[in-house]
């Protein structure tokens, strides 16, 4: 028996979730809207938003999964990667409870968590698999040999695709983050409309940089002929940018795909929400015969369920961390 309550606040949401022996009973995510204009997530305001919502959200969650904090068998947190001022609420509560109730305490990488996540339902993908993680801050294609046996095969260079959203949607004047409205105006524009420089990358490394300057150079021109150009575009725009890059994704994953012989293909992590590429991921899969594994829309963008199944899986190997624990911002693989 193992009930676990799991903490996630690495960077703009602050997220409490129960795993009641392998099953999500709560997963409760407060979404910080603060950042909303400021074009990107403000580290301080960050961290005293986390201070301000995590009782709150641990209290639904035990409420969500009617469990009493006396049932608790372990507590399980987001280690890394991430801000530090955020990591550091959801660690030092995570600590403070666990010391409170006597209880174990568990670490975990919130990248391996995103992957982990195809844990939570089914179908399960069998391992060893592909899994592409594409959130705000990485771009990566990990080859997973087994729960915590992951290696990354092709990572960017630069920016990540999540980045590439939200600096277009920038470019655009749409608010932080600018992902999802991306896809919304998307969904009524001409994914062929415009064509923008693709990264000549010849390994399984990713560059979506010089995507964003050709992007900016390229709307900076237009608005020369017609200021008005965004507004009269802009559905057209969205709907060239996301193929761009949902385009210069599935290329790298078909490669790896070929490259390692492996049919069990994944996604995880903020942009698995973009519909463009869960649609090219299942033609793609079609036609190369894949097994694709695409998580519920909750799971994708941060949260804490994530981090509960993979402290499940910690817990089943008696993997513990001591009270000398400190959450680090930039956090080995
Ligand atoms: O995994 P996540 O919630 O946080 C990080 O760990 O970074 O990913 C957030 C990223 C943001 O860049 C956001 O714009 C992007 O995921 N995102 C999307 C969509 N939903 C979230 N990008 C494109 N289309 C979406 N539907
Ligand atoms: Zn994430």
């Known amino acids: 028996m193992s009930v676990i309550l799991a903490i996630e606040s690495s960077c703009d949401e602050t997220s409490v979730a129960i795993c009641n022996n392998g099953k999500i009973t709560a997963n409760v995510i407060a979404n910080q809207t603060i950042h909303e204009n400021y074009g990107g997530v403000i580290p301080e305001l960050a961290s005293r938003v986390h201070q301000q919502n995590i009782v709150p959200v641990i209290q639904q969650a035990l409420t969500d999964a009617k469990v009493n904090k006396k049932e608790l068998n372990a507590i399980a947190f987001t280690r890394g990667p991430g801000l530090l001022g955020s990591l ?5 509560f995570a600590k403070s409870f666990a010391l ?33 993680t594409v959130s705000g801050g990485h771009t990566q294609i990990v080859l997973v040999k087994d729960y915590f046996n992951m290696e990354i095969v092709g990572e960017t260079l630069d920016d990540a695709a999540g980045e590439a959203f939200d600096k277009t949607a920038k470019i655009l004047g749409l608010p932080y983050p600018g992902g999802p409205l991306i896809d919304k105006h998307a969904k009524d524009g001409d ?16 560059s979506f940089s010089g995507l964003k ?82 998580p519920a829309f909750e799971y994708c963008t941060d949260n804490a369920a994530m981090i509960a199944i993979a402290g499940y899986h910690k817990y089943l190997n008696g993997d513990f961390v001591g009270q000398d624990v400190a959450p680090l911002s930039r956090m080995e693989f």
């Open 88 to 92: 550091l609420v959801g660690v030092s």
């Open 100 to 132: 409170a109730l006597d209880l174990p305490l568990i670490s975990v990488n919130h990248m391996h968590a995103h992957i982990l996540a195809h844990f939570i339902d089914d179908p399960k993908p069998k391992f060893p698999f592909l899994c592409l």
């Open 213 to 294: 300057t050709s992007i900016l150079y390229f709307i900076r021109a237009q608005e020369k002929e017609n200021p008005n150009f965004i507004a009269d575009h802009l559905n057209d725009i969205c709907a060239s940018v996301q193929h761009s890059i949902v385009y210069i994704l599935l290329n790298k994953l078909k490669k790896a795909a070929l490259q390692y012989g492996i049919k069990e293909i994944a996604i995880a992590g903020g942009v698995s929400a973009n519909s463009g590429l869960r649609l090219g991921l299942q033609s793609m899969a079609d036609q190369l015969n894949w097994n694709v594994y695409i």
């Open 191 to 206: 994914p062929k409309a415009f064509k923008f420089a693709e990264p000549q990358i010849k390994d399984l490394n990713y």
